[in-house]
């Protein structure tokens, strides 16, 4: 009797069990199905505030007006474009390198997931977009490491590592390719294709030795004596057709190869300029020479960027037709001895003229104590050298000179 | 005793299942309202992310519609928005969606404005001149410095079984509907 009735109890109180169950269940599926659709709804915003925000910072980087409001207006009213996304106002701006960054945040509405107070889970995203010149540009650096730089080594690192992150900023990675020429009186060449492979190493270069024919020991004078006229003109000439280069090997027993010539050999060009800040880090001090002379740079600089020449340092450099090209001096205008009369009578001659007819514009940065009316600024001319404190100005110019404007700036994505 | 046990027993029989006859509606709702709602947000997530896609494609101009004899940019044409539209029709693999894309030439006075669509769209359109409108005022002085704008808008009719379509009558649950614009790159 007594288990017949508490079995009769037990089986009465299963009556409705489903139902009850069925409302516990439910607002759990409920939930669990709104947070899933309420996480699906705001990762799909997201990403498509995302889209918007990467898409306006392109807008104003594109515009690059500088105008902080203004910017401001343009990136809200081009999101507020996008569908579903008119009532974003929640936008800030912040300047990059060339570009901008946009950063969006939009309310979206939540289904049953509980959040702080408010109705709606805000969701945020970025996009940031910078303009770097799409054309190209080759360029040499031809660098005075005479004995009057000696006491600003450091300073020069630093600056010329500031001069190549400007130069990488304003162009798109692969357009702008730069060359180092470090000198004092003669330029330092290594492992050049157009030396013989018996000079694979440190050489000492007189770019101008040409102009004498070998020397012949039976005679006692050299073969044949060519002018300055006959100089500037041979500064394109294939090294083949020429009549000589000088070289001094380095000796084995020692870094430096003889008083006037730096102790870092030229680097060709190159888009990778992490080896050219390599080559001028290791750059130790400069040679006891005080005498410096400016043309065996130019010459040697002109042969890195010249259609007879680019092709001929390595496997990796070649000649680029459609690329513009130009010779940056580094120096104080400082030339001594009888250089300076050699150096003003090829000038004369237009040995800087010629170096331009071939395309290479010359510009030039007053490095150290600069000495006005130098040979240097009569090649170059006033108007395109500058203090290095005013190097963007002269980009501007260099830029400008070669027509890459606005216009041609290439839009790219920015982390 | 015996009997009144018996048939209390019996009187159980089945009741799960009459409970479960008037269960099973609503979690069927509930499974189906999440799934609706679901698949809403993932097609038109989709949606977004293909518009975005298509303009970022079409405001390449210098790579992709560059004219080979001529080396100039050719302007946009109803056959560049059908080929958008079969990309976008094979992507999401829906021959039912419709294409509008604009181009707009801000840095010239006035701009010039332009638009082709492939599909037919249940959804309204925006007009060149509204999206020109509402995007920021030019200056005189800034107007060379304006770039070409692309907009590409997207229309797909949801298909199939909608709770929402066909109860509720909501005309947002029968087709999605995107924008997304970009500059001339």
Redesign the interface.
């Known amino acids: 009797m007594r288990v017949n009735s508490t079995v009769g109890i037990s089986l009465k109180s299963q009556q409705g069990m489903s139902l009850i169950a069925s409302l516990i269940v439910i607002p759990v599926l409920l939930l669990i199905g709104g947070i899933a659709v309420t996480l699906s709804n705001t990762l799909g915003a997201q990403t498509h505030l995302g889209d918007a925000s990467e898409a306006a910072a392109m807008y104003i980087s594109k515009r690059n007006l500088d105008n902080e409001s203004e910017n401001l207006s343009a990136a809200t009213a081009f999101i507020n474009q996008y569908s579903g996304l008119s009532d974003v106002t929640d936008i800030s701006i912040s300047k990059e390198v060339n570009g901008y960054r946009v950063k969006a945040r939009l309310d979206t509405p939540h289904i049953l997931v509980p959040t702080d107070n408010s109705n709606v889970i805000k969701v945020a995203n970025q996009g940031a977009a910078a303009t770097a010149s799409s054309q190209k540009f080759d360029i040499a650096l031809v660098i005075d490491l005479s004995g009057s730089q000696k006491g600003s080594i450091g300073d020069l690192k630093t600056i010329l590592s500031d001069v190549i992150d400007t130069l990488e900023q304003r162009f798109g990675i692969g357009n702008v390719r730069l060359s180092l020429v470090p000198f004092s009186n003669y330029v330092s060449i290594e492992n050049a294709d157009w030396l013989p492979e018996s000079h694979n190493r440190l050489q000492c270069i007189d770019a101008i030795s040409f102009r004498q024919g070998q020397y012949d020991i039976n005679t006692g004078s050299y073969s044949y004596i060519r002018s300055d006229e006959d100089t500037v003109d041979d500064v394109f000439t294939h090294y083949q057709d020429l009549l000589y280069i000088s070289t001094t090997p380095r000796p084995y027993d020692t870094k430096w190869l003889e008083e006037g010539c730096p102790d870092i050999a030229s680097l060709p060009l190159t888009e990778d300029f992490s080896k050219v800040i390599q080559r001028i880090n290791e750059h130790e001090e400069p040679s006891n020479s005080g005498i410096t002379i400016y043309y065996h740079s130019i010459i040697m600089g002109a042969r890195m960027l010249s259609h007879q020449w680019a092709g001929e340092w390595n496997s990796e450099t070649e000649f680029r037709e459609d690329a513009h090209k130009a010779i940056l001096i580094f120096g104080d205008g400082k030339d001594g001895g009888v250089y300076v009369y050699e150096f003003k009578n090829m000038i004369d001659q237009g040995i800087c003229d010629n170096i331009r007819d071939e395309g290479i514009e010359i510009y030039g940065i007053e490095y150290g104590e600069f000495a006005s009316g130098s040979n240097i600024q009569r090649c170059i001319g006033a108007d395109k050298m500058s203090p290095l404190s005013e190097f963007s100005e002269l980009l501007d110019l260099m830029l400008s000179q070669a027509g890459i404007d606005e216009n041609n700036q290439k839009l790219h994505l920015i982390r | ?2 009997f ?2 018996k048939s ?2 019996k009187y ?1 029989k089945g ?2 299942a009459i ?2 006859i ?2 099973l509606p ?2 069927i709702l ?2 189906l ?2 799934f609706d ?2 698949r809403y ?2 097609q ?2 989709q949606l ?2 293909l518009s ?1 896609s298509l ?1 970022t494609m079409i405001s390449h101009r ?1 790579q992709y519609y560059l004219d080979m004899n001529t080396q100039k940019i050719k302007q946009l044409d109803q056959q560049q928005v059908t080929e958008l539209a079969r990309i976008a029709r094979n992507q999401l693999n829906d021959e039912n969606i419709a294409i509008n894309v604009h181009s707009l030439v801000r840095n010239v006075e006035p701009a010039l404005q332009s638009s082709f669509s492939d599909g037919s769209a249940q959804c309204q359109w925006q007009s060149s001149s509204t ?1 020109n409108q ?3 005022t030019i200056t005189s002085a ?1 107007l ?4 070409t ?1 692309f ?1 590409v ?1 997207l229309c797909q009719p949801l298909i199939g079984f909608s709770l929402f379509s066909q109860f509720s009558g909501a005309g947002d649950f029968t087709k999605l ?7 001339q ?1």
């Open positions: 005793m015996k009144n046990q209390q027993i159980q009741i799960v409970e479960f008037f269960v609503i979690v509930v499974i309202l999440s709602l679901s947000f993932q038109q997530g977004d992310r975005y303009a210098q999206i509402n995007l920021p800034n060379f410095k304006e770039p704008i907009v808008e509907y995107t924008r997304s614009l970009t500059v790159r």
